[in-house]
């Protein structure tokens, strides 16, 4: 398949928001045609127009049956979910990628027959073996792999995130064993391809399995030991270091250059999310990571991606962590600003972005010292936010503890958030989220003193460094 995107080289254009046409009737040995749908549809979802991005995959595709357009609507319904974490955002991503998954399988190469796989046993090591495989592929098989890997790989995911606990987690280590195994064998067919014909593997399927095996590497290098001692029973170890050079291979980044070496006209449609990654990996990461950080990077990345997406909210939401990294916290409300005002917005996704921006901006408040209005943020998030209710309680009841005039109705208040902090902790694949086990402790810590310690900032001042 050739590029899709916009033919200039020079610079990183506006998205144009063109709708392509796609080919009728749909035919699965062509499955790749499909991309420029794909495209237009992560183009929509990163510039912030969530519902259309959705709305358009299942008018284009009302059956679900092309399997580029169910990935598409599969990732972005992921990457909602993942953001709210209400219980039915998940379950509907959980349905949509069980659906992608089981159009990729429709369009994988048939498996060989017995007497042919026994020769192959015979004749192959293994990795000769998966390399002979891939290469009897057509483009679509190829990217049939891609797609099933990736939407088994969703799946998992949400499986784990929407039932929290490690009974979860054992049931889909089968799921993800596949999966990882997929991303490696795509791994070993390109570098193979690599080597007799440079060039030749198409932009889309290499940074695909960039994208895949890339962040593969970064989850496994930061699992807890005792989760990630079940995954390295299946010889699986992750590597930080190689992960993220994977994810910049996507685009072509280098620390020794501010531009990447590859432009939208040469890309390949994952490109832009793996860009993205990175940025969360190295805005995000300083907090509790001290290796292969790197903010002067971060900061070069979202330069480049915000001419891109010049209103996107992913990238000004990063766009105003960065600058809380960077110790700024006025420049980093104002980055926030605009995202937090979408509040209002009648679609969901729109809103969990708003709460996330407004979250930042109450910490900003926090940093420079103004609780009053810190406050009010606080308040908004415990009303209408779903990420973590523990955390949006707690900020609110320090918050009320450290402004003058703290009793009476407001004592109570505080009295009642604390309480049910507690219960308002998540688990994911059988572990507490360590900033909601933080501040139940700190919850009931304050709840045990013979006072309420109203008029106290420290309270306040801690959980502004969590």
Not at 5 to 29: G, M, S, W
Not at 92 to 104: E, F, G, M, P, R
Not at 159 to 169: K, Q, R, S, T, Y
Not at 286 to 303: G, I, N, Q, R, Y
């Amino acid at each position: 398949p050739t590029s899709i995107f916009l033919p200039a080289r020079e610079a990183p254009q506006r998205c144009t928001y063109i709708e392509p046409t796609l080919h009728k009737p749909y035919d699965k040995r062509k499955a790749w045609n499909d991309l420029p749908g794909a495209a237009y549809v992560f183009e929509l979802f990163l510039s912030g127009k969530m519902e259309e991005a959705e709305k358009w995959c299942k008018t284009v595709d009302p059956k679900m049956e092309r399997m580029y357009i169910s990935m598409a609507l599969g990732c972005i319904q992921c990457l909602k979910g993942l953001m709210s974490f209400a219980e039915e955002d998940l379950l509907k991503a959980v349905n949509s990628n069980k659906q992608a998954s089981s159009i990729a399988s429709q369009h994988r190469k048939k498996p060989p027959s017995m007497s042919a796989a026994l020769y192959k046993m015979a004749s192959f090591s293994s990795a000769d073996s998966t390399i002979s495989h891939y290469s009897t592929m057509t483009p679509s098989e190829l990217h049939a792999e891609l797609v099933y890997a990736e939407s088994l790989c969703m799946k998992s995911l949400l499986n784990i995130a929407f039932a929290g606990d490690l009974f979860a987690f054992a049931k889909e280590i089968v799921n993800v064993r596949s999966c990882i195994q997929n991303y490696h064998a795509l791994g070993k067919y390109i570098l193979h391809v690599d080597k007799i014909s440079p060039d030749t593997v198409d932009p889309h399927l290499r940074s695909g399995t960039y994208l895949g095996l890339g962040l593969l590497n970064i989850v496994l290098s930061m699992m807890p030991q005792r989760l990630l001692s079940v995954i390295e029973l299946f010889g699986f170890k992750g590597d930080r270091g190689k992960g993220l050079e994977l994810l910049m291979d996507c685009g072509g980044w280098s620390t020794q250059s501010p531009e990447p070496e590859i432009y939208p006209s040469e890309e390949g449609i994952r490109r832009p999310l793996a860009d993205l990654i990175i940025i969360v990996f190295h805005t995000l990461s300083p907090t509790f990571l001290a290796d292969h950080v790197d903010l002067s990077l971060a900061e070069a990345m979202l330069k480049w991606n915000g001419s891109r997406y010049p209103n996107g909210p992913f990238h000004q939401i990063l766009q105003g962590e960065l600058e809380m990294k960077r110790a700024r916290p006025a420049e980093a409300i104002s980055a926030l600003q605009p995202v937090a005002a979408m509040g209002a917005s009648p679609f969901a996704g729109v809103r969990n972005l708003s709460h996330m921006a407004t979250t930042e901006t109450a910490l900003a408040l926090l940093a420079m010292g103004n609780v009053a209005e810190g406050e009010v943020c606080w308040r908004t998030l415990v009303k209408d936010a779903t990420w973590s209710k523990a955390i949006y309680s707690y900020g609110l009841a320090v918050s009320l503890l450290a402004l003058p005039g703290a009793e009476g109705s407001r004592a109570e208040e505080i009295r009642n958030l604390l309480k049910a902090v507690p219960g308002l902790k998540q688990r994911i694949g059988g572990k507490s989220i360590p900033m909601e086990k933080c501040v139940a402790y700190r919850s009931v810590w304050i709840l045990e003193q013979p006072t309420l310690l109203l008029g106290d900032e420290l309270p306040v001042i801690e959980f502004s460094y969590l």
